[in-house]
């Protein structure tokens, strides 16, 4: 909204400032947090008196998370609203794959928060159907794919590109719009089940964020391309915008989600902004590299799959319990040390990421 100002510029003034991705970034970053930090804890108050028990908690899990009972869920709004409110104010609105972003995070949004709503209103840990769920978001995923094919360049659309090999594109056809509705769909439920702990999931998002921010921003400018030989896309350094709106969100919410936690994500924020950083992802043709920055949401659902596999094979289980993150604290760990070398390890998976932009 606020590029629009650059009208006024003549080249040399301050209006020429919102010519640049990098000021607005910033403007996005500093105006999602303040927007967390005024309107948090009117939200928490305004859940807590509408859930009135909260989230519910499940029977068999962990022993200690019996103590949360009564923390209101849907603090993904927050989040949501700082971060919609801070991109359509600092973003170039006219930017397809913006709206791309936008509007799958959204959509996301509306499933989980149909799903805690279902939970709340019952009682209990059983909310909207997985198939529904499922069904939904990938009818989501499939239009953000098929859009995603349409604004890429031509010599890229419906192509994989491989990192380090960075020479090689893998036609994928007809079967980019399945891939790209398993990325997103995959990295939605993936965070989801991350969302375990006081502060799990939020800072390994943020993180992934800020990593295919930059990412995003380097393949949307031509003279960076060339340096690091990877795919030139025009126009989605502007999802940088959106990067940094959802990093100052995700920090005016964990403000209120540190341990011990005053509201929890619920699947209203889990399911949007693991869709978010799915979406980014196929925008930018860096779907493989998603996989190695967000690597800890790998391992989190396929700690789920193959205990679920497992344990219909066997009738054995191959960890205490999963997500895998409730293995370390049946082991004994400390909550909060858990969360903290989690997001350790996040950390050097996004640098690893980071560095596929050059390698080769």
């Not at 969360?339 to 640098?351: E, N, Q, T, Y």
Request: hydrophobic letters at 55%; aromatic letters at 12%; glycine letters at 12%.
């Amino acid at each position: 909204m606020l590029f629009w100002l650059t009208e006024f510029s003549d080249g040399g003034d301050f209006f020429n400032l919102f010519r640049y991705i990098t000021f607005r970034a910033g403007g996005a970053f500093f105006t999602a947090l303040i927007f967390g930090f005024i309107f948090g804890k009117p939200l928490i108050n305004l859940l807590r008196r509408k859930q009135k028990k909260g989230q519910p908690i499940r029977d068999d899990g962990p022993e200690g998370h019996f103590v949360k009972a009564g923390t209101p869920t849907m603090g993904g709004l927050l989040i949501l609203s700082a971060l919609i409110f801070s991109t359509l104010l600092w973003a170039k609105t006219t930017n397809p794959y913006v709206w791309i972003v936008l509007l799958v995070t959204v959509a996301f949004g509306l499933i989980g928060f149909a799903d805690d709503y279902a939970k709340v209103s019952k009682n209990n840990t059983k909310g909207v159907s997985g198939k529904v769920r499922m069904g939904l978001g990938l009818v989501v995923a499939a239009a953000a794919g098929f859009a995603a094919t349409i604004f890429h360049p031509e010599a890229l659309s419906n192509q994989l590109a491989l990192p380090v090999f960075k020479d090689t594109l893998i036609n994928l056809g007809l079967l980019f719009v399945p891939f790209a509705m398993i990325v997103i769909v995959g990295s939605a439920n993936a965070v989801n089940l991350t969302d375990g702990l006081d502060g799990l999931a939020i800072m390994p998002v943020m993180i992934a964020a800020g990593t295919l921010g930059v990412i995003a921003y380097a393949v949307g400018r031509v003279d960076f391309t060339e340096y690091l030989d990877v795919h030139y896309v025009p126009g989605t350094g502007e999802i940088l915008v959106f990067c940094s709106a959802l990093i100052g969100g995700g920090l005016g919410f964990l403000w209120y989600n540190a341990p011990p936690a005053a509201v929890f994500m619920g699947d209203t924020g889990s399911l949007a902004l693991g869709g978010a950083l799915g979406a980014i992802a196929v925008c930018t043709k860096h779907e493989i590299v998603l996989a190695i920055v967000g690597g800890l949401f790998v391992v989190e659902a396929l700690s789920v799959i193959i205990q679920v596999l497992y344990f219909k094979r066997t009738g054995k289980r191959v960890f205490l319990m999963a997500p895998i993150h409730h293995h370390f604290e049946k082991r004994g760990w400390a909550e909060p040390q858990i969360v903290i070398r989690f997001w350790i390890i996040s950390l050097i998976l996004a640098l690893i990421g980071l560095a596929t932009l050059k390698l080769r």
